[in-house]
């Protein structure tokens, strides 16, 4: 199985402030025939389902704010939200769907300082 | 509007069986690849299962931890997801979400796989196993 790591596991950042998450894969999730990168990025608030932010590593989801923004290639991918909001405290998880299983990373949990 | 419920969750002792369902409404159900994923209380989400459309063959694929334990199967006439468990362990106390991926506008492209990002989720349903 394909292994996420995400680091750091928490991460507290000030209002305004740039905020950065990233996750590395146990191999390479791009796929060479249509050149994308089979990663997603969600966000989960308290007692909510999961909510996709970014897919192909890099497409931000229709109504998510352009703060957040999805980077990287082949096995290292960064998800940062460029100004932080209040409403943006939630954790935050990357998933593989390149090859079933489709593991998620551990998670990050974003505070604010 | 995309809706997913689950339902059939509760609690039941180690080694006993449950069955969830999922209900669909707002897409073309029987063009989507339908997936399970769970999280243990205070946990991260652990991808339980999938299941593909039946023109793409109802292939299923499973998390190492519900191998061999959990199916997953659909209903395309009552537009529902199903998954039943047996065998159960403690450590399968969690709540259960459906969730899928679709095409804007529902629309599938010729020769593309539905999406295997995972736009839409339900609430979830929660199972306790107990000792």
């Known amino acids: 199985d394909i292994v996420m790591t995400q680091s750091p596991d928490s991460l507290a950042a000030s209002l305004g402030e740039r905020a950065t998450i990233d996750c590395k894969s146990s191999?390479?999730?791009?796929?060479?025939?249509?050149?994308?990168?089979?990663l997603a990025w969600y966000q989960q608030k308290p007692g909510q389902p999961p909510k996709l932010l970014i897919y192909?590593?890099?497409t931000r989801e229709s109504g998510v704010p352009n703060r957040f923004t999805g980077s990287g290639s082949g096995t290292d991918f960064t998800l940062t939200i460029s100004s932080l909001q209040a409403e943006d405290v939630a954790v935050y998880y990357c998933?593989?769907?390149?090859?079933?299983?489709?593991?998620f990373g551990q998670g990050t949990k974003l505070e604010i300082k | 509007e995309v809706q997913l419920v689950e339902s059939g969750g509760g609690l039941v002792k180690r080694g006993g069986s449950l069955r969830l369902s999922c209900a669909a409404s707002?897409?073309?159900?029987?063009?989507?690849?339908m997936t399970w994923v769970r999280q243990a209380p205070g946990k991260g989400l652990e991808w339980v299962g999938r299941?593909?459309?039946?023109?793409?063959?109802?292939?299923?694929d499973y998390g190492a931890a519900v191998k061999g334990r959990f199916t997953v199967s659909r209903d395309d006439s009552e537009n529902t997801l199903y998954l039943h468990m047996n065998s159960l362990k403690t450590e399968d106390t969690a709540v259960y979400y459906c969730?899928?991926?679709?095409?804007?506008?529902?629309?599938?492209?010729?020769?593309?796989?539905?999406?295997?990002?995972?736009?839409?989720w339900g609430q979830g349903t929660l199972v306790i196993v107990s000792s």
């Open positions: 969730a899928t991926g679709v095409y804007r506008g529902d629309v599938r492209p010729t020769g593309l796989p539905p999406p295997k990002y995972l736009q839409h």
């Open positions: 707002g897409f073309t159900f029987t063009n989507a690849w």
């Open positions: 299941i593909k459309s039946q023109n793409d063959g109802e292939t299923r």
């Open positions: 191999q390479s999730i791009l796929y060479n025939s249509n050149n994308k990168n089979y």
């Open positions: 192909w590593a890099s």
């Open positions: 998933q593989q769907y390149y090859r079933p299983p489709h593991t």
